[in-house]
């Protein structure tokens, strides 16, 4: 801003070329728009002061009186500092800056809750969205640059972006295992070598009626061990031309989404429906003869998922259930540390909850995924809205030939595809911390389940259909 003394109507004033108000190339309110040298000064002065409240430091500005018009104020400095000027917050400023203040600290709660050592199912889901969550923080970092466009530089905005880039940190902390920038739990097989098990699990939501593309879709990966989840009646007639197929069959056939089954082409030994935590959650636990001298052990797993209602309808499951399951599996397999293992399912839990670390911490097992990618599995039809929560664990020096998200038709999951070659391994023994932990876990869940020990929508009289069936 550039003056020279002047009268208008009266009033000493200045001559003033008023650009927007500044500091550097750019204005505050967008590129500078000088205003012509013989333009009236106070009209282009209230032009500026309605868009911008004008703070003067009184050592720098001063009053003298005019010799040809009463006292006024005379601007005797040729430009403004930054530090004299505050631009107002008009509406749309408002709006940006507490846009960004509300995405911030709703990030910062969702990032905070799942510190909590708490079964709550509210806590337990807030573990689930870390991509989402660093995703979100895109749109206040925006917002704040156009708020810093069209003010000036405060601590406030500082703060704001350090702050972000905190939350970034931790939420991408949960993510990068799962990216070939980690080093992988599980090596790659050899090139050349052929897989001795080739695993499918597929959730295949109990209401879907989509039985030609399912089957279709499971001839075209010829899986050696398929475990089907929320496998009922219908699903059992539906996939029926493929039966033959797998003559080893352990299932659970149950409505309301809590059938189970595990369908082989390997010689399956010691194969038995078992109901770990709930009398209405199965799981299936089975010995499979990968070669006359090599055998590997298989659990398959669907526990209970937190915030489900229960039967009554006024209630919500929180994680206890859950967690016990994967805790009493966890606590079986590293009782037999010499065994190759196998645990697959949906876990209704996220790959790097606090709960699925202890599982591995227990049971020495490890997620083909890390060191590759991260696999989300749930929803299928809802991009951003996807979650990994159907898991394949190995054991410890197990080689990967391939993981892949299958499709699944008309599923609400995609399918997760695996094959492996489990070599011998020992299970490292889990320490004192993890096995106070996981007693604790199991405790609650027990105690849970008996004070409610119905499924969510499932009739207590309700008896499922199980069998193990080895001739088929």
């Not at 790959?351 to 696999?375: C, M, Q, V, Y």
């Not at 996807?386 to 054991?395: A, C, E, K, N």
């Amino acid at each position: 801003m550039s003056c020279q003394d002047g009268v208008v109507g009266g009033i000493d004033l200045m001559k003033c070329q008023f650009a927007t108000l500044s500091y550097g190339n750019q204005g505050f309110f967008g590129p500078r728009s000088p205003v012509s040298r013989d333009a009236d000064p106070m009209e282009s002065f209230q032009s500026v002061t309605r868009e911008a409240r004008i703070v003067l430091d009184p050592e720098k500005f001063h009053l003298r009186p005019s010799p040809r018009a009463k006292p006024t104020m005379i601007m005797q400095r040729r430009s403004f500092p930054p530090h004299l000027i505050t631009v107002s917050n008009g509406p749309m400023n408002s709006f940006l800056i507490w846009t960004s203040r509300v995405l911030i600290g709703g990030v910062l709660l969702l990032t905070i809750l799942p510190l909590f050592s708490s079964g709550f199912w509210v806590v337990q889901l807030c573990d689930f969205p870390r991509v989402q969550l660093t995703l979100v923080l895109i749109l206040p970092l925006l917002l704040l640059g156009i708020h810093f466009q069209r003010t000036s530089f405060r601590r406030e905005h500082a703060i704001l972006v350090g702050l972000m880039l905190l939350l970034a940190t931790w939420q991408m902390s949960h993510l990068v295992p799962y990216t070939p920038l980690w080093d992988k739990e599980l090596p790659d097989a050899a090139a050349d070598a052929k897989g001795d098990v080739r695993v499918l699990v597929v959730n295949l939501k109990k209401d879907n009626t989509q039985f030609d593309a399912m089957i279709a879709m499971i001839q075209d990966y010829e899986p050696d061990l398929l475990l089907l989840i929320e496998f009922n009646e219908a699903w059992a007639k539906g996939l029926s031309p493929i039966s033959q197929r797998y003559p080893q069959q352990v299932n659970e056939i149950r409505d309301e989404g809590l059938g189970i089954a595990l369908w082989s082409r390997l010689p399956v030994k010691n194969g038995e429906i078992r109901h770990l935590v709930s009398d209405r959650r199965a799981s299936i636990f089975a010995t499979i003869e990968l070669k006359p001298s090599k055998q590997v052990r298989f659990v398959g797993l669907h526990p209970t998922p937190p915030g489900l209602k229960d039967s009554t309808g006024n209630d919500r499951r929180n994680s206890r259930i859950r967690d016990a399951e994967l805790v009493l599996v966890a606590d079986e397999v590293a009782d037999d540390p010499d065994a190759r293992w196998i645990v697959a399912g949906d876990f209704n839990d996220v790959a790097w909850s606090a709960t699925t670390e202890l599982f591995k911490e227990l049971s020495g097992l490890k997620d083909p995924r890390i060191g590759r990618e991260l696999l989300t599995t749930y929803h299928q039809s809802y991009p951003l809205l996807r979650y990994p929560i159907d898991h394949v664990f190995f054991s410890e020096d197990t080689r990967i030939h391939r993981i892949d998200r299958v499709v699944a038709p008309g599923s609400d999951h995609f399918a997760v595809f695996t094959v492996a070659s489990p070599v011998p391994g020992e299970t490292p023994p889990a320490n004192s911390k993890d096995k106070q932990k996981a007693n604790e876990l199991v405790e609650e869940g027990k105690t849970d389940a008996d004070k409610r020990n119905v499924e969510p929508g499932v009739d207590d009289n309700s008896e499922p259909n199980s069998s193990t069936d080895s001739t088929r």
